[in-house]
């Protein structure tokens, strides 16, 4: 999520108007709410010290409001935090395993849940022997042009491509 819209999250959650906000930044006037129109816009982008600031106003570290930094363990937790936020991505104990799922309740969930199923269909096809390291990482650096399990696909599936042949003797 980018920064701006990550302002305007953490905005709404405490219930303040860009004015406001602007306001305890130290903007004044009319410039206090075209300010942070701004910079939820992506209109500009706000320096450090003032990302600092936002984050004492919202009560959270700095790095939940920038993009994060996912080669560092703290960047990855802030990027899985936002994943949340933007589609209920949950953390679960399930047999005393840590699991990542889809909350059901979610909007997201029917699309996220059909790619994550594809995915989960290629990395059991690399651990069971049927395909191989190179083949699995081709398929997910090129997602979505080389899927063939949910709508998202380019190209079609083997079942639908027999259908058509089989269709068409």
């Known amino acids: 999520m980018a920064t701006g819209k990550r302002i305007r999250f953490f905005r709404t959650k405490i219930g303040l108007t860009q004015k406001q906000l602007g306001e305890k930044l130290g903007f004044t006037g009319r410039t206090s709410d075209v300010r942070m129109a701004q910079y939820e816009s992506e ?29 560092t363990y703290v960047g990855l937790m802030h990027t899985l935090f936002a994943l949340e936020d ?57 997602y979505p042009a080389l899927d063939t399990y949910s709508k998202w696909a380019r190209i079609p599936s083997q079942e ?7 269709e068409n003797k």
């Open 43 to 71: 209109a500009r982008s706000p320096k450090q010290d003032l990302i600092n600031q936002l984050a004492q106003i919202f009560h959270v570290d700095s790095r939940a409001l920038t993009v994060p930094d996912i080669d």
């Open 86 to 142: 933007m589609y209920g991505l949950k953390i679960k104990d399930i047999d005393g395993e840590l699991c990542l799922c889809l909350d059901k309740s979610n909007t997201s969930f029917s699309s996220l849940f059909d790619m994550f199923s594809s995915w989960q269909q290629q990395a059991e096809k690399l651990e069971k022997g049927g395909i191989s390291k190179e083949e699995y990482d081709e398929w997910r650096y090129r």
């Open 160 to 166: 639908l491509n027999d259908l058509f042949t089989n």
